[in-house]
């Protein structure tokens, strides 16, 4: 999976909600949820090294 | 053949796994093609067909297309057709389309005790190079085992059926009738159905009729390299998984059943003859009020309500009105449409989610597309 970054978003309280991903271009966003296979690659990708999340803005 | 003895195969039928429900792959048929029906590069994702994937890591590459080629002259195949060849595979490439079952629909085989059921494999498949090939049977919860099995494609370009029993003995005795062997009643994947197209040498130490505890043993060291030419092809359609010793009829099913148990996995918007990301207004979700009663502030959408409960929270891909991801179109109905407006999703779950939209131009409503994307 092609991931080219990965940004926290917080929820209207500023609770931390989801991982704004891009994967080939196209902008995705991905529940904090073991067993979704977004977040499985995220974190798959973060402990390889290859990948860093970004701080919510 | 007699009344009794029609009844009697009924029966056993029954017995086997049931007369409808009995096959555990989903779009086996091929039917369902809900992201694109037309050529579509392998990426080792969800491209095409829904609920298969089209593994790829190699030199070449190939792309897979919804095909009216079918073994009954009615219906639908999933076609693969090499597009860059790799005539000389690297150990740790491979290509193979696989399919992913969900653990809890799995209980009923028993997996991990004395008792765990045979199962039957069978589907129609064509490619213009023969020659052996291998499916696999992965198990990935608690200790990982996988069955291979090869099978030979005899004449070129003619649809052939195959048949393939995999039994929970074969090759160990200790491996999925042990408590390893165990399948989780939870709503991961609990089976993997693969079908080889090319293995390098790390994947190809299996033996073939047999269950491995090593992971990598994909296939045999027999499988051909079907990405060695860019004329060849590979069809595949009624793949049906079931329990008992040999293979039953296909159990054909509507299209709107099998849309449905495929939604689980995949639902989108915009009408199913539209590749998500589209630019098209057709089907678009809509909250609005009436016209003239503009903000350039806040506008929450209403919930989206999914039409088939997801298998959990799915990843979330919106599109606007001209089909830009991560936008929506802000409206005053009736008098203005701007696109490219930022959108947020927000209370996602299940069931559905809102699409909220902090700023832009003066809307009374807005607009998009969405994706959701709960597959294993």
């Known amino acids: ?57 | 053949m007699s009344r009794a003895r029609d009844f009697a195969d009924l029966a056993g039928s029954a017995d086997a796994g049931g007369l409808t429900g009995k096959n555990m792959v989903v779009n086996g048929a091929m039917q369902v093609f809900q992201r694109a029906t037309a050529a579509t590069a392998a990426a080792g994702g969800y491209e095409t067909a829904d609920r298969f994937i089209m593994g790829e890591v190699s030199g070449g590459a190939y792309t897979t297309e919804r095909s009216t080629d079918h073994p009954t002259s009615s219906g639908y195949s999933l076609k693969a057709q090499v597009t860059t060849a790799d005539t000389s595979l690297s150990a740790a490439h491979y290509a193979y389309i696989y399919h992913k079952i969900e653990a809890q629909n799995l209980q009923h085989l028993a997996y991990g005790t004395s008792s765990a059921k045979t199962l039957t494999l069978s589907f129609f498949v064509k490619s213009n190079k023969t020659g052996t090939y291998t499916v696999n049977l992965y198990k990935p919860d608690g200790t990982g085992y996988i069955f291979v099995q090869e099978y030979t494609i005899d004449s070129a370009d003619t649809w052939e059926k195959k048949t393939i029993t995999v039994s929970p003995t074969a090759g160990s005795t200790s491996f999925i009738t042990a408590s390893a062997g165990a399948i989780a009643n939870d709503n991961g994947s609990g089976l993997e159905v693969g079908f080889g197209l090319a293995w390098g040498s790390n994947y190809t130490g299996g033996t073939s009729g047999s269950w491995s505890s090593n992971t990598n043993h994909y296939a045999t060291t027999n499988q051909v390299n079907w990405l060695d030419s860019t004329s060849n092809n590979f069809y595949l359609t009624q793949i049906q998984l079931e329990v008992g010793e040999k293979a039953t009829p296909f159990e054909h099913r509507s299209f709107g059943d099998e849309l449905r148990r495929c939604q689980r996995y995949y639902e989108k918007s915009y009408g199913q003859s539209t590749n998500p990301g589209t630019g098209t207004a057709a089907g678009i979700m809509q909250s609005g009020g009436a016209q003239g009663n503009t903000t350039t502030g806040e506008y929450a959408g209403d919930k989206v309500q999914y039409a088939v409960v997801k298998r959990a929270t799915p990843t979330l891909t919106i599109y606007d009105g001209d089909g830009t991801s991560a936008k929506c179109t802000r409206v005053n109905f009736g008098v203005t449409a701007a696109a490219g407006q930022d959108i947020a999703t927000g209370n996602s779950t299940d069931s559905g989610f809102n699409g909220i939209s902090y700023s832009g131009g003066a809307a009374s409503g807005i607009q998009f597309h969405f994706e959701a994307d709960a597959e294993l």
């Open chain 1, 1 to 57: 999976m092609n991931i080219t970054s990965a940004q926290y978003y917080n929820d209207r309280d500023g609770v931390q909600d989801g991982i704004r991903i891009v994967v080939d271009g196209i902008t995705m966003d991905v529940p904090l949820e073991t067993g979704n296979r977004h977040y499985d690659e995220i974190m798959k990708q973060v402990a390889a090294g290859d990948l860093t999340i970004a701080d919510a803005e």
